[in-house]
């Protein structure tokens, strides 16, 4: 059993960055057994992938939409894993989720998560 808690959204304005954290309880198993991802869910919008980063070595994948402007990482001593957001677009805003998968390379896909989060706001205004 994973518990992941998501914190760091709030109301920005366009061209701002924001820095999402997600703390993840993991009951026992080492936290960098589980590939991490971020997605997220504009109002009336399917849930989409933004990015994640694999079990063990880190390797990540990003959206396009937001490819070069955020970036997904990991810090396996403390059990969380953080969305760097910078050049923030209206567009981005949406209820941010954390989410977990034991052992694997990619989660670019809401059937691939094992575990998700409760969500945060980010609100960027124009």
């Known amino acids: 059993q994973v518990e992941v808690v998501e914190s760091g959204g709030g109301l920005v304005q366009a061209g701002d960055s924001l820095r999402l954290s997600c703390a993840a309880a993991t009951s026992g198993r080492t936290f960098s057994n589980y590939a991490m991802a971020w997605f997220r869910q504009a109002p009336g919008k399917e849930r989409d992938f933004v990015a994640c980063i694999s079990w063990t070595v880190g390797i990540t994948y990003y959206a396009d939409s937001v490819k070069g402007r955020f970036t997904i990482s990991r810090d396996n001593d403390k059990n969380t894993v953080y969305l760097q957001m910078s050049s923030l677009k209206p567009e981005d805003t949406a209820v941010y989720y954390c989410?977990?998968?034991?052992?694997?390379?990619?989660?670019?896909?809401?059937?691939?998560?094992?575990?998700w989060g409760q969500g945060t706001q980010v609100t960027v205004s124009s």
């Open positions: 989410a977990a998968a034991l052992r694997r390379m990619t989660i670019t896909s809401t059937g691939e998560v094992g575990y």
